[in-house]
């Protein structure tokens, strides 16, 4: 973990915890500079993630083991939690109860204040002080406690949190195939990003369940002494209104449930789209996965916007509920004869208004592998109606310490389920796996994470250099090295994006020669990414070099490597279809002499050519988008850290490039056109002034309910006064109406028949000032409902509208853009920042507009009745501004760092399900939880001083609340007489005012919340003002509709940078490529094999040059057009979510007959037909319940159904074995006859029949002719990579130039069979 500042909070005395005076140092350096990683402060060790976690774990074992024994229910995590927590949670029960006692208190002492005004002649002045200095104490009392208990609950919110994110981080790592293939990365990442978050406020809020309760039994009590039975009638309704709101709740749950499910499948599809961007772009997709995207968005949203209505009503009780407690009871008061008096109407506006805010080591034997009558199938469901993917059958077989077994066979044969087998992936269904030793694995699809190359290599080892070193030679890693700008402390970028194909297989298999201890080898066809010459010798000094010693399992397709294995095993439809030595088996009739006599010595791109030092120089301009600029380590880097030495250290962070920068954080406030930019994304200005109409109209009703009940109380006390003037006798206030239906005394009620009989007229009309108040308090009520339901739909509506501008954006990003940025850093954004602008800004910003125009509200009253307290308001204002300001500076650089320190958390768990099987087989789970604990800690130390920081601002809000209230209350006292004010006037300011204790804290804190919350909105427009590609279409340069008719290329002078004023990749290409050639490219690492592809399909624009197809440059036409013409078969075969149908024919333009048909033609019908649901049955997450050969094969079907003039190979055939190489060969010869074929290959007879072969070195065309003409130049490029394959291949491939003529020639008698001629299933010649 980074290097943090010493906390403060450790050496503070009791005086600096309880006012946050620790953290003044740290705000006032935030004033100053923008805050940095560096700058956040260490967490105590009970706040780490592992320690937290490990309490966590503990319990969740006990309830494991408690679920274990009683045999009869599932664990609860609930359960656990609570174990885990409910000591703490009870301390924060306590401090709640005390708080809410305090609070309760409040009211009564205003009242009794008010009453002190009522009857001034009969109570000591020295009452009225006493009441004024009781408010200030208990209001600074309860600044003081309230901001302890809330930090204290959200401490254990965040614990709890934290804690299960960890646990489910372990979780994944133990992840049975069966629950990966139900479960996608998407659900799992937002998992922690949204659904997790609900524990930071649960304990907050939890207590209330019961405080709640009680405390409306405790003002019921207060209030029965002052209203008598009418406060049942307030109560009843209160009732009402919780039942009504728990069905809104239940509502609201089941909504929140739907929409989880959606936003989950939302984010599934966002990494899949994401993560195979490349291909999407190259096969002209976005439109059909936006489709995709914005119909499940469109679900989402109507779940939104109805739980939106719902949370809409609720506001809009929580608002009115008091203000209708109040009209319900004193309707009931008044009926049964009571009268209103200031301070029996403001003690129960205020008590209703405080209901309301509440509502072991193993033996030492030598390693040993063995399968006893293994059978196996990857898991159905209970019903078996899912198919198993491949199944073992009856495998017996045992692989001691120094032996080597190779395992060979068709595609679908089950060679990779043998490793699952043995690696414990594959459920047995009978027999046994018994696997003795460390394992190690190297995958077929090799995985890498965002680190350096040397971290991808340790693994979490320490770094021994003499061993480093010879695993980097028996890699062949040692010439690229050289290529790298750093070498092997280049930073390389998520999912491998700066290394090529060959050199990802190398690194991967590096790391399983570097791991100290292993017993253990499974190599899944390590070698078929790399050239014939670099395979022999990793073969010979890695394989049967490095790793002689230990037990290896070879899956590969490389036949000449056979003659020096112990033991071969055939594979065939998951059997053994025959097994023995290479001489056993040739002995048997399996005829190895045809297998090897045309060897499969296919020289790769990545030719060993001798090094010069201008390549050297500049191989810098390879395919890949690797910089030599340096920059700081990024917030997204995973790595798994080995322990080097200091200096290695400050090379390794000296050296990191900038091909992932760190994610952009905004400086300073968050500026006003981000603001505006979210509003007009929503609604016209017609609807945003109908919006701000209703905000100033219910706050002016809102005050107007209270004021006419001022004016009634007013009246009502004038009207005594009148009375008790004609009586000349003095009406004492508690004559009225008790509240019992009947007169306190006798004297009482001769008092008040003689003054009837006075003047029988002169009654106090009460029915109209009860009309005028019913009228405005159901006025109050429908405003404030449309106000709310108005702004519920606006923000809603922005959101819908920012996620599909930002969602365009993404599409339309250039590749590069994905190349820089992890799928962690652009996930959150769909993830954590949607879920925020969705969910949690429009109540937030709903919450401040309306206690901020209270607040203002409450200001131009009180200022209005008693001017003499604008001499305390003027202060503190400027006081507020300059704290909020200076709170503010620092709390957005918080909030953004917690976003950023977020981003690596969701990264490293996205790269952790990627390489699931490479982190289980070398047992490194320790070593990512442990690294995840870190990820975890850097965020929760953002996190902590999150909520600190909050209390800090909080309490001293509080404060100024608490100096103001005291300052009203004694200045009523004081003024009383100067001012000559009536008690009505002052219980009016007095209660408002003492509003403020909760209210003004709350609303200054959720205006920073908005502010903080802004900056989701800020990121994601941020995105949707990602520079785009080209347009999709130019209506000026429409291509004709049968464009291209023959499939003619030609590049002119093409230059190619991957970006802006970046270096030139391809360099003055010119080059022609007739219809309906073939046309082989070959080239080492960095020649610009792939650049050449990423020109052709515009994924960059080029520097200069142009390239024309039948005669029409391509530079002016849209990039649907260009790319919808042109078919791509990716080395890495990348298959989507969703149904057979979809992965082939995405925009669905083909009838079930072309599909079938092409299916057929790729060997694949008979599979498709087998699945429960045929085309319509769904894939897993990329694929996975599909072996690679079949993935490959199902792109294969996707080119032969778009039937394209133009198709592109990018190394294709690289992972599959030679039957499926042949096939996926033939299939291209005979439906691809009548178009230009582009084939980059690793293996030579991949594009020795080609028409041409063009050889690329440093961006620049080498060589480009006939294959009989190329290898005529004896010391041309391409007859010394021929040449380098060794002398036995190159008898074969040194054939004379009139044979290889031969293969364009087929009407010529020659004895090289044609390429169109079908070849026997069971001849498994290379070329």
Not at 373 to 378: C, D, I
Not at 790 to 819: E, Q, W
Not at 966 to 994: H, Q
Not at 1118 to 1146: A, E, H, K, W, Y
Request: aromatic fraction near 10%.
């Amino acid at each position: 973990m980074k290097k943090l500042q010493p906390n403060p909070m450790f050496r503070a005395n009791i005086f600096s915890l309880f006012s946050y005076w620790w953290l003044n140092d740290f705000f006032a350096e935030g004033s100053k500079r923008s805050l940095q990683e560096y700058d956040m402060l260490e967490l105590d060790t009970s706040n780490t993630s592992a320690a937290i976690t490990s309490d966590l774990e503990k319990n969740w074992k006990k309830e494991v083991e408690r679920s274990i024994k009683s045999k009869t229910n599932n664990p609860s995590l609930i359960r656990a939690v609570v174990m885990t927590y409910k000591g703490r949670h009870a301390i924060c029960g306590v401090l709640a109860l005390l708080e809410e006692c305090l609070r309760t208190a409040v009211p009564v002492l205003i009242a009794y204040l008010i009453k002190y005004f009522e009857n001034q002649t009969d109570t000591p002045v020295w009452h009225a002080y006493a009441y004024a200095a009781g408010i200030s104490v208990i209001t600074i009392s309860l600044a003081v406690l309230h901001h302890q208990s809330f930090y204290l609950s959200q401490r254990i919110g965040w614990h709890m949190r934290a804690s299960t994110c960890a646990l489910m981080y372990k979780k994944t790592l133990r992840l049975s195939q069966k629950s990966l293939n139900h479960t996608t990365t998407g659900q799992i990442v937002n998992l922690g990003a949204t659904d997790v978050l609900r524990f930071d406020w649960l304990p907050v809020f939890l207590h209330y369940l019961w405080i709640g309760p009680l405390q409306c039994l405790v003002v019921g009590v207060i209030l029965w002494q002052e209203f008598g039975i009418a406060i049942l009638a307030g109560m009843g309704v209160l009732v009402l209104i919780m039942i009504l709101q728990t069905f809104n709740g239940k509502a609201f749950g089941k909504l929140r449930s739907m929409t989880a499910v959606l936003t989950d499948e939302r984010i599934r599809l966002m990494n899949e789209v994401v993560t195979g961007m490349r291909i999407i772009k190259m096969y002209a997709w976005e439109k059909p996965f936006a489709k995709l995207v914005s119909d499940v968005r469109r679900k989402e949203v109507k779940r939104i916007l109805m739980a939106s209505s719902i949370k809409a009503f609720n506001f809009c009780f929580f608002v009115c509920q008091d203000k209708i407690l109040t009209f319900v009871t004193l309707i009931v008061y008044v009926a049964l004869g009571g009268t209103v008096t200031a301070s029996k109407k403001y003690l129960l506006m205020e008590e209703f208004s405080e209901i309301r805010t509440n509502l072991q080591p193993k033996a030492n034997i030598d390693a040993f592998v063995e399968l006893k009558n293994f059978s196996g199938k990857w898991d159905l469901d209970d019903d078996s109606k899912e198919r198993a993917d491949i199944t073992l059958k009856c495998i017996n077989v045992r692989l001691e310490a120094g032996k080597l077994l190779a395992v060979i066979g068709p595609v679908g044969a089950g060679k990779s389920s043998l490793l699952s087998a043995v690696l414990g992936e594959l459920p047995a269904l009978k027999g046994k796996a018994i696997v003795h030793g460390k394992v190690v694995y190297s995958n077929q699809v090799p995985w890498v994470f965002s680190g350096t190359l040397r971290e991808n290599i340790l693994f979490g080892e320490e770094y021994e250099k003499e061993r480093y070193d010879d695993v980097i030679s028996a890699c062949c890693l040692t010439k690229d090295l050289t290529l790298l700008s750093d070498g092997d402390l280049t930073l390389i970028g998520e999912r491998g994006v700066t290394l090529s194909g060959g050199q990802k297989a190398r690194v991967s298999l590096a790391r399983a020669t570097y791991k100290r201890n292993a017993d253990i080898c499974l190599l899944d066809d390590p070698l078929s990414a790399v050239d014939t010459t670099v395979a022999s010798h990793i073969f010979k000094h890695c394989i049967c070099g490095l790793m002689k010693h230990k037990a290896r399992i070879l899956v590969t397709h490389q036949l000449q490597l056979l003659k020096t294995v112990d033991e071969i095993l055939i594979f065939k439809e998951g059997t053994v279809s025959d097994r023995g030595t290479y001489d056993e088996l040739q002995a048997k009739g399996v005829d190895f002499a045809a297998l090897l006599k045309k060897k499969e010595k296919g020289v790769a791109a990545e030719e060993s050519i001798p090094l010069t030092p201008k390549i050297r120089r500049r191989a810098s301009i390879s395919g890949s988008p690797l910089l030599s600029r340096r920059n700081s380590l990024n917030t997204s880097h995973i790595s798994i850290m080995s322990r080097l030495s200091l200096t290695e250290i400050e090379q390794e962070e000296k050296s990191m490039g900038e091909l992932l920068p760190e994610e952009t954080r905004e400086q300073g406030s968050i500026e006003g056109k981000v603001y505006l930019e979210y509003f007009k994304v929503a609604a016209n200005i017609f609807s945003l002034a109908l919006f701000f109409i209703f905000i100033i109209a219910s706050h002016i009703i809102y005050v107007m309910n209270d004021w006419w009940l001022s004016e009634w109380a007013t009246s009502y006390e004038n009207y005594v006064e009148s009375l008790s003037m004609m009586s000349n006798s003095s009406l004492d206030e508690s004559m009225r109406y008790s509240g019992s239906g009947q007169f306190e005394s006798p004297t009482k009620t001769a008092n008040l028949t003689s003054l009837t009989q006075l003047d029988s007229t002169a009654i106090f009309d009460s029915s109209f000032y009860l009309k005028v108040y019913a009228i405005l308090s159901a006025i109050m009520v429908l405003v404030v409902l449309i106000h709310a339901n108005i702004h519920f739909y606006i923000c809603v509506t922005s959101g819908i509208h920012m996620h599909n501008k930002m969602f365009r954006a993404i599409l339309r990003a250039p590749i590069r853009f994905f190349d820089t940025n992890p799928s962690g850093r652009i996930l959150n954004r769909f993830s954590k920042d949607m879920g925020q602008i969705d969910e949690l800004l429009p109540l937030t910003f709903m919450d401040f507009l309306w206690i901020f125009g209270v607040i203002i509200s409450v200001l131009i009253l009180t200022s209005v009745v008693n001017y003499f307290v604008i001499i305390v308001i003027i202060p503190l204002v400027i006081y507020f501004l300059w704290l909020r300001n200076y709170y503010l500076r620092t709390s957005r650089d918080i909030k953004r760092l917690e976003g950023t320190c977020r981003s690596p958390v969701f990264s490293l768990l996205s790269s952790t399900l990627q390489g699931l099987l490479t982190v289980r087989a070398f047992g490194v789970q320790n070593q990512f939880e442990d690294k995840f604990h870190e990820c975890q800690d850097l965020h929760s130390a953002s996190w902590f001083l999150f909520l600190v920081g909050s209390r800090w601002f909080g309490l001293r809000l509080d404060l100024i609340t608490a100096t103001f209230v005291s300052t009203v209350a004694f200045f009523s006292v004081i003024s009383a007489s100067l001012l000559n004010l009536n008690p009505g006037e002052i219980g009016l300011i007095l209660t408002y005012t003492a509003s403020l204790v909760s209210q003004f804290q709350w609303g200054v804190r959720q205006s920073a919340e908005v502010e903080n919350l802004m900056t989701s909105v800020e990121r994601v427009q941020q995105y949707y003002r990602i520079p785009p590609e080209a347009a999709d279409e130019n209506p000026d340069n429409k291509p004709p509709k049968s464009w291209p008719p023959y499939g003619a290329i030609d590049f002119k002078s093409v230059s190619f940078s991957y970006y802006k004023d970046g270096p030139d990749v391809l360099q003055n290409i010119d080059l022609e490529i007739r219809a309906k050639e073939k046309i082989g490219v070959v080239g080492r690492t960095g020649a610009g094999k792939s650049s050449l592809i990423s020109a052709l399909f515009r994924l960059s624009e080029l520097t200069s040059g142009e390239i024309f197809i039948d005669g029409i440059p391509i530079t002016p036409l849209g990039l649907q057009d260009l790319r919808s013409v042109l078919s791509i078969i990716p080395q890495d075969p990348i298959l989507f979510t969703g149904t057979m149908r979809r992965n082939i024919d995405p925009f669905n333009k083909y009838s079930d007959e072309d599909l079938w048909n092409a299916l057929e033609q790729v060997q694949l019908k008979d599979l498709v037909k087998s699945l429960p649901m045929k085309l319509n049955t769904e894939l897993a997450e990329s694929g996975s319940n599909l072996s690679v050969g079949q993935r490959q094969l199902v792109c294969l079907a996707r080119a032969v159904l778009r039937k394209s003039k133009i198709l592109v190979i990018d190394e294709a055939t690289a992972n599959v074995d030679i039957r499926t190489d042949r096939l996926i060969q033939m299939t291209i010869r005979q439906k691809f006859k009548q178009c230009t074929v582009i084939t980059i290959a690793h293996r030579i007879n991949t594009i020795i029949d080609s028409d041409k072969i063009l050889v690329l070195d440093e961006g620049q065309v080498k060589e480009y002719d006939e294959p009989h003409t190329l290898l005529g130049m004896k010391d041309g490029y391409f007859a010394r990579m021929v040449k380098s394959a060794g002398l036995s291949e190159s008898q074969v491939l040194q054939m004379s130039p009139n044979k290889i003529s031969n293969c364009k020639h087929p009407d010529k008698n020659y004895n090289i069979p044609s390429v169109t001629t079908p070849i026997p299933d069971d001849d498994m010649t290379i070329w």
